[in-house]
């Protein structure tokens, strides 16, 4: 048994997830109604989403007290790169949305949801996240309060005993290796989501809703294959999709089946930490990212939005259509890293013009609808982008420094 446990961890870890899944769909369309199978789908989120927030909160603390003065991290590269990608999203969903207009048969059984009433409501909530009470914070992974307290108590830290900063360094350690544990039992896991998504939605109830669905994914895929390829190569200047296919095999394909940005962060942060990149940058910025960097989300806002405008006949002029792409890039900051988070923030886009709430929560109906698909890509490409643009702004500065650089994949 410990022979073929060894042989098995052998193999790469893309190869036993793509196994996985070809074992769920063999499962959920051979025995559908062995529902115990999807329990280890739910352990492998829970797991994952469980390890996370311990582990931002000890390895932000861990790399900030340990950071020496003077020395230089990528955080406003990687700012300017997750604002831009988010703008941008929102933009190109604007433009196919008019490219190809989409009408929707809406639907009830979403009034029991409560989106913010206005852009002022996000900051604001934004803002309280950020002074949670650090408890608080760990038991409902508000990763922005969770940043919060981990850089202030780094910062402090900076000043404490060399054996303080050790048992941070060891404690980040234990933890990060609990995550290897988790992300070792993804095959299983992933196998018990894609059994549980084929045998609760199934593929046929998506049909009715297949241009609006085609918009939504077919925009993700342009942001993830042209859009964010072309910002890479303007940083980097060389070739940017064997660094983006790396992503979006690597990470990408494991958020694409949890769906949820936040369990995907230990993910990313062991790809970050095998790609040898800067300690100090990505344990702020992929949990950062998981928060604030929603190119996905913006999508999803943008489309699902001019929808329902299409849908009730209101005309939009060019200047509206800028304010939308506006909105949602900021709007889908304010998004929450779990799967549908960015559906309760289509209202607050449609009141820009004049769309009643009823008519708007239909809307987000559709969106839970069709959130097997939508919400698995928009998941993909906001998860997999925070490891490529952390890695970009690394090998744009040493561009730019005249170093030589290899990206390793």
């Given at each position: 048994m410990r022979t073929l446990i060894h042989k098995w961890n052998k193999v790469s870890l893309v190869q036993r997830i793509l196994?996985?899944?070809?074992?769920?769909?063999?499962?959920?369309?051979?025995?559908?109604?062995?529902?115990?199978?999807?329990?280890?789908?739910?352990?492998?989120?829970?797991?994952?989403?469980a390890v996370a927030p311990v582990l931002v909160l000890l390895i932000v603390m861990s790399a900030i007290s340990k950071h020496k003065k003077g020395q230089?991290?990528?955080?406003?590269?990687?700012?300017?790169?997750?604002?831009?990608?988010?703008?941008?999203?929102?933009?190109?969903?604007?433009i196919a949305s008019f490219m190809f207009p989409v009408s929707l048969s809406l639907v009830t059984g979403a009034s029991d949801l409560t989106p913010p009433e206005g852009i002022v409501e996000v900051l604001k909530t934004l803002l309280f996240q950020v002074v949670d009470n650090p408890v608080n914070a760990l038991m409902n992974a508000n990763y922005i309060g969770i940043l919060t307290w981990a850089i202030l108590l780094g910062i402090v830290l900076r000043n404490a005993k060399d054996s303080t900063k050790d048992m941070l360094d060891n404690f980040s350690d234990a933890v990060s290796q609990i995550v290897k544990w988790v992300i070792s039992l993804a095959p299983l896991g992933i196998m018990g989501l894609v059994f549980d998504s084929i045998t609760?939605?199934?593929?046929?109830?998506?049909?009715?809703?297949?241009?609006?669905?085609?918009?939504?994914?077919?925009?993700?895929?342009?942001m993830a294959l042209v859009v964010n390829p072309l910002i890479v190569y303007l940083n980097i200047r060389r070739n940017p999709y064997p660094l983006v296919f790396h992503c979006l095999k690597q990470s990408g394909i494991t958020a694409f089946f949890t769906r949820s940005s936040a369990a995907n962060i230990p993910v990313n942060m062991r790809l970050c930490e095998e790609m040898d990149l800067d300690a100090d940058t990505y344990s702020v910025s992929i949990p950062?990212?998981?928060?604030?960097?929603?190119?996905?989300?913006?999508?999803t806002i943008s489309v699902l939005t001019l929808a329902a405008v299409h849908t009730v006949g209101t005309e939009v002029d060019f200047g509206m259509a800028l304010m939308l792409s506006i909105l949602s890039a900021v709007a889908a900051a304010g998004a929450s890293g779990v799967a549908g988070g960015s559906l309760l923030l289509i209202p607050l886009a449609c009141s820009l013009f004049g769309i009643s709430n009823d008519v708007a929560i239909q809307v987000v109906g559709v969106g839970f609808i069709i959130g097997v698909l939508q919400d698995s890509f928009e998941t993909s490409l906001n998860s997999s982008s925070d490891l490529l643009f952390t890695a970009t702004a690394e090998y744009a500065k040493k561009r730019k420094e005249g170093k030589d650089f290899v990206i390793k994949i």
């Open positions: 196994l996985g899944i070809i074992v769920g769909i063999a499962l959920a369309l051979s025995i559908p109604n062995a529902t115990g199978i999807s329990i280890f789908g739910s352990l492998f989120v829970s797991a994952l989403k230089q991290t990528n955080m406003k590269s990687i700012l300017a790169l997750y604002g831009l990608s988010t703008f941008l999203a929102g933009l190109i969903a604007v609760a939605n199934g593929l046929s109830s998506l049909l009715d809703y297949g241009k609006l669905l085609f918009v939504l994914i077919g925009c993700m895929l342009f950062l990212g998981a928060t604030i960097n929603m190119a996905g989300a913006a999508v």
